[in-house]
């Protein structure tokens, strides 16, 4: 049965009888193939509706439709664990799994989470946002039901991106070597490992995971075992057979039966397989190929582009007619997002210095480095899933007298934070840290918010951190940071900012001196609002309503000491503000500065509560956590007498 092909998306929710006939995937195993090919249609078809009135994750889904349906029909879910990396590709695993229609609430504010998460469902039996962790996690269920003397099956499913980073090689070779009862999938979307799909692989894969196959596999075994050497040519044929059509060779050489590549679109030889694979013993690797956004034309043809839609608005009747392109929101105000501010200044400081080598870690689009990588090649480097590598890479570079500009995300810094603190900071190498989707991002909840980047970097010795206020600040500490002789990081939120104008020069903003942007005048006089970063536009509206003074202070490390003395001298409340945990922030630093000096004034720190935020858009969750401009001025209200 051929599969089904989209080239819009569908502005009314879709016809699935077949998928609303049940909430539990228990009802997919007693399924035949006909069936589960029009379940594998219907899947597609109301992923894309879903996705098309939330917004979210897109090309991922569509391209694990098939592996999808075939996972929770050969495994007895939510018994056996099934463990998605990152969490991309889970939203036809979470619509399966009982949650059909509460996915039009995904990744907004109460409802679905982004990622798989364990609070959400028992069929999430992992929760995810960063990538490699499933081998790992699976692991250590494989060896806990061992261990329980229970023969539960766990199965992770990483993509080939996911794959190149440490981590998952270390689970696979500790599963390897402790001999696990555990299926890895390689869901291979880049044709980054093999190209050999066809006929050959895919009979190849039927016949090594056959039953009579493998048992005569075991049986050889013990005969040939009797006979000096031969054990050891059989093993090493079979490997060459397999090396000839597969990369099989790596993984078996860490101890995984290494079976295919095999089309991850082909619903009958996905079912038949992973029913083979799921009672083997031992570690099991099955190598599918898939195509991201597939089924979807469009997604198909741009794949990068199709990873995440924005929601779409609904139409009028009249123009509800043709094929459907990818969404595009205008804003009202021609602003440049704070990514594009750090992709522009990198060309440019590029252009001026020959030294400057620019770094990611998968990261080329959402971090803006597209222009850079076209125009100054040989200085781009993208590692590829790799915190750790980058952060150790720039180390190396910076070793040789080069300038190193390491674009990550907060939230992914801290993976390499090791990294930063042995191979960097302690060896005082100049490396400069653009530091990205600081503070709240959004919709892709507490796995992505960079909500304690100013705690873990403020107590490494030797390290320099900026925060802009604006986008013209942004530019000129970017300038400041690279050429401090140290390392140095500047960290920006997600999105706009309030939209001043962007000087094209590349003069440094000096590191460590504050800026007054309004002195209080009449009863406000006694608040001094000292602000960090991204609040800074909250903390002026705030200043107007109190007629408080309003201190932008632009570093955490180094604090500005004299205008934090001053303002101590001059005014009976200081409230710090930050949008990054309150704990070890740029308020605990100025408290620590006050102490020091044997200042007594009342301090009021506000920040983003001890807690793990939920998903929703920016404002909301500004306003729940008390960080827009009313519930700033409540709390400073609430502390007054």
């Not at 509460?102 to 069929?123: C, K, N, T, V």
């Not at 935020?613 to 306003?623: I, N, S, Y």
């Amino acid at each position: 049965m051929p599969m089904k092909l989209f080239d819009e998306i569908p502005r009314e929710r879709p016809a699935t009888p077949l998928l609303d006939s049940f909430d539990h995937p228990a009802a997919l195993r007693a399924m035949n193939d006909k069936q589960l090919a029009q379940l594998a249609d219907e899947l597609r078809a109301y992923l894309l509706y879903s996705v098309g009135v939330s917004g979210g994750h897109f090309g991922a889904g569509l391209g694990v439709v098939e592996l999808s349906v075939a996972l929770h029909h050969a495994f007895h879910t939510p018994d056996d664990r099934l463990v998605w990396d990152v969490g991309h590709q889970a939203y036809p695993h979470k619509i399966l799994t009982g949650r059909r229609e509460a996915m039009l609430s995904i990744r907004q504010h109460g409802g679905l989470a982004a990622f798989p998460r364990r609070a959400e469902s028992g069929y999430d039996t992992f929760g995810v946002g960063h990538s490699s962790t499933s081998i790992s996690a699976a692991l250590g269920m494989a060896l806990a039901a061992r261990a329980q003397g229970e023969n539960r099956r766990v199965c992770a499913i990483i993509g080939d991106g996911a794959l190149s980073a440490g981590m998952a090689f270390e689970a696979l070779a500790h599963a390897g070597h402790v001999d696990a009862n555990m299926l890895v999938i390689l869901n291979d979307n880049e044709m980054s490992i093999s190209e050999n799909v066809g006929g050959m692989a895919t009979y190849l894969a039927r016949v090594l995971s056959s039953k009579p196959y493998l048992k005569m596999r075991e049986e050889g075994k013990k005969v040939l075992s009797h006979l000096p050497g031969a054990l050891e040519l059989a093993r090493r044929t079979e490997e060459h057979m397999k090396g000839m059509v597969s990369p099989a060779t790596l993984f078996e050489e860490m101890g995984f039966n290494y079976v295919g590549p095999i089309d991850g679109h082909d619903l009958d030889t996905l079912t038949e397989t992973l029913e083979n694979l799921r009672d083997l013993e031992g570690p099991q690797f099955l190598h599918v190929k898939t195509v991201k956004g597939k089924g979807f034309l469009p997604a198909e043809a741009d794949q990068i582009g199709y990873h995440a839609i924005t929601k779409l608005e609904k139409p009028s009747v009249a123009s509800n007619t043709g094929p459907l392109k990818k969404p595009i929101i205008k804003e009202a105000a021609p602003k440049k997002k704070y990514c594009n501010v750090f992709g522009d200044w990198l060309c440019d400081m590029a252009a001026a210095d020959s030294r400057l080598i620019g770094i990611t870690p998968a990261m080329r689009e959402g971090s803006d480095l597209i222009r850079f990588s076209k125009e100054y090649s040989e200085r781009y480097f993208d590692v590829a899933i790799a915190e750790q590598h980058a952060v150790t890479l720039a180390a190396g570079m910076a070793c040789e007298g080069m300038k190193p500009v390491v674009a990550i995300y907060s939230t992914f810094l801290q993976r390499g934070y090791d990294q930063l603190i042995h191979d960097v900071a302690v060896q005082h190498l100049d490396v400069t840290f653009a530091i990205d989707r600081a503070g709240l991002v959004g919709e892709d909840g507490p796995t992505h918010h960079g909500s304690m980047d100013l705690s873990f970097l403020r107590c490494v010795p030797g390290m320099v951190i900026l925060a802009p206020a604006d986008e013209a600040e942004c530019r000129a500490m970017l300038s400041a940071a690279y050429h401090h002789p140290g390392p140095a990081a500047v960290r920006y939120p997600r999105g706009t900012g309030p939209g001043v104008t962007i000087p094209d020069h590349l003069e440094a903003l000096a590191i460590g001196q504050a800026e007054v942007r309004r002195k209080a005048t009449g009863e406000g006089a006694s608040i001094a609002l000292l602000a960090f970063g991204s609040v800074n536009s909250a903390a002026a509206e705030v200043a107007d309503r109190l007629d408080a003074t309003h201190i932008n202070m632009r570093s955490i490390k180094p604090l500005d000491r004299d205008a934090i003395l001053h303002a101590a001298d001059e005014h009976e409340l200081l409230v710090t503000l930050e949008e990054n945990v309150v704990a070890g922030g740029a308020g605990s630093a100025v408290n620590e500065l006050l102490h020091a000096e044997g200042v007594q004034v009342e301090v009021l720190n506000i920040g983003l509560p001890d807690a793990f935020v939920e998903h929703g858009t920016p404002a909301e969750l500004l306003r729940d956590c008390g960080l827009d401009a009313d519930g700033i001025e409540r709390a400073i209200r609430a502390r007054l007498p």
